[in-house]
């Protein structure tokens, strides 16, 4: 099947500092890339859609500006956490998709601490 | 509201007895399906999906799984449970059949007892 690398796999960042994460597609051109989040001992949520060359766009209730999200390529997306507070602290994971499979595919997930 | 139901918060289950866990979904139409396992600290391991044609689908670790139309259900089964199975089970619907946006349950967390 098709891989999808998340990085990092860990970060405890300070409150108030912005945090990167990084998803990459290996062997496959993700046309469109999903960004999730997993608040402990809970479900995934869809937080936003990205499409190569394209705006996110974001589910509601997720503010855009606290969660910047850029896809400049074909094999990678990124989600920047900004300003960062404990309550951002969560599991986040990112799928992607070549359009052409029935499913996408998903990173192994980003477990954010923010202190 | 559209929505995918895991009735099960937790199930125990001895180790090599058979296993159910129940998934149901309110969509009009057929989505796709999937149960995905996640164990502590890790991301999601597809075990089996569903597209169309056969209602029971085969899935790794022998793991199934069968939809039910008429309940809105997809049920996942395994036949003998063993140790390592114990993590946490997701079912997901794509519920536009084909927008990769996915709607997960609540998860349900196995434990298995030796």
């Known amino acids: 099947g098709a891989v999808v690398s998340q990085h990092p796999s860990r970060v405890i960042c300070k409150s108030g500092t912005s945090v990167k994460i990084e998803c990459r597609s290996l062997?496959?051109?993700?046309?469109?890339m999903f960004w999730y989040r997993q608040f402990p001992k809970q479900s995934l949520m869809l937080m936003a859609t990205s499409n190569e060359g394209s705006k996110a766009t974001y589910e509601q209730g997720v503010e855009k500006d606290k969660f910047l999200i850029n896809h400049a390529s074909l094999t990678l997306s990124t989600l920047t956490v900004t300003s960062a507070h404990p309550e951002d602290s969560s599991f986040y994971i990112c799928?992607?998709?070549?359009?052409?499979?029935?499913?996408?595919?998903f990173g192994q997930g980003t477990r954010l601490t923010v202190v | 509201a559209q929505s995918v139901t895991q009735p099960d918060i937790h199930i125990t289950v001895s180790e090599g007895a058979s296993l159910e866990l129940r998934c149901n979904y309110s969509?009009?139409?057929?989505?796709?399906l999937f149960w995905y396992v996640q164990s502590p600290g890790q991301g999601l391991q597809l075990l089996l999906k569903y597209f169309s044609g056969d209602t029971l689908v085969q899935g790794i670790k022998g793991f199934e799984a069968e939809f039910k139309r008429s309940q809105s259900s997809f049920n996942l089964r395994k036949p003998s449970v063993h140790w390592s199975d114990a993590a946490e089970y997701f079912c997901?619907?794509?519920?536009?059949?084909?927008?990769?946006?996915?709607?997960f349950g609540t998860g349900t967390r196995l434990k298995v007892l030796a």
């Open positions: 062997d496959f051109q993700a046309t469109t």
């Open positions: 997901a619907v794509d519920p536009t059949s084909g927008t990769y946006k996915y709607i």
């Open positions: 969509y009009g139409a057929t989505p796709y």
């Open positions: 799928s992607a998709t070549d359009g052409q499979n029935t499913e996408a595919f």
